[in-house]
């Protein structure tokens, strides 16, 4: 799956401080049924930029750029926004086949992500480095949100920490992401 720049953030929007490369971050829209052109689409046009957004955003067809990788994106708070080259948001859909099929694609671009900037495929563990959900950095002072995604959503799915942790370590075969610069 390729990304789609459609949406991506021009030079002069969001920011141009490089995260250090601490966690990778994972996301859930909280929008039911919304696909990821629509609120990818939202993020670059009806959200103030200097305050909102996140880097990639993945449904079952399409994952679109917002921000550029590497760089500060404002969608996990303070201080945890400093410290993610990449957050990811995850489509919500009510559809099981196409959740699912969403949610493979989303663990193998936070796998992606991970190995791209050297972060363990490790699970909201105690660890400095790590995939982290955005509910992870809440409780442990990393946002200054009250966010508690993507666990609401997985709950729903039938998808447990465990689960999530497993697929993060093996990624899925047959559901390969080509790598794209």
Not at 36 to 55: D, E, G, L
Not at 105 to 110: A, F, I, M, R
Request: proline share 3%; hydrophobic share 35%; with cysteine.
């Amino acid at each position: 799956m390729k990304r789609n720049y459609k949406y991506a953030l021009s030079d002069n929007e969001g920011s141009s401080q490089l995260a250090t490369p601490r966690f990778i971050i994972a996301h859930s829209t909280a929008t039911p049924n919304g696909e990821a052109w629509a609120v990818a689409r939202n993020m670059k046009t009806s959200i103030s930029t200097a305050q909102t957004y996140v880097h990639l955003v993945i449904d079952d067809k399409n994952i679109y750029q917002v921000g550029e990788l590497g760089y500060v994106a404002w969608g996990a708070g303070s201080p945890a926004n400093g410290m993610a080259p990449v957050q990811i948001e995850l489509c919500e859909f009510t559809n099981h086949k196409r959740a699912m099929k969403a949610y493979k694609h989303y663990v193998n671009w936070l796998r992606w992500s991970a190995k791209k900037y050297g972060i363990p495929l490790t699970l909201d563990d105690s660890k400095a480095k790590g995939i982290k959900t955005h509910a992870w950095l809440v409780q442990h002072g990393y946002s200054n949100t009250n966010h508690t995604d993507p666990w609401g959503y997985l709950a729903k799915l039938g998808i447990t920490k465990e689960q999530f942790q497993h697929d993060l370590k093996h990624g899925f075969s047959g559901v390969n992401i080509e790598l794209t610069k």
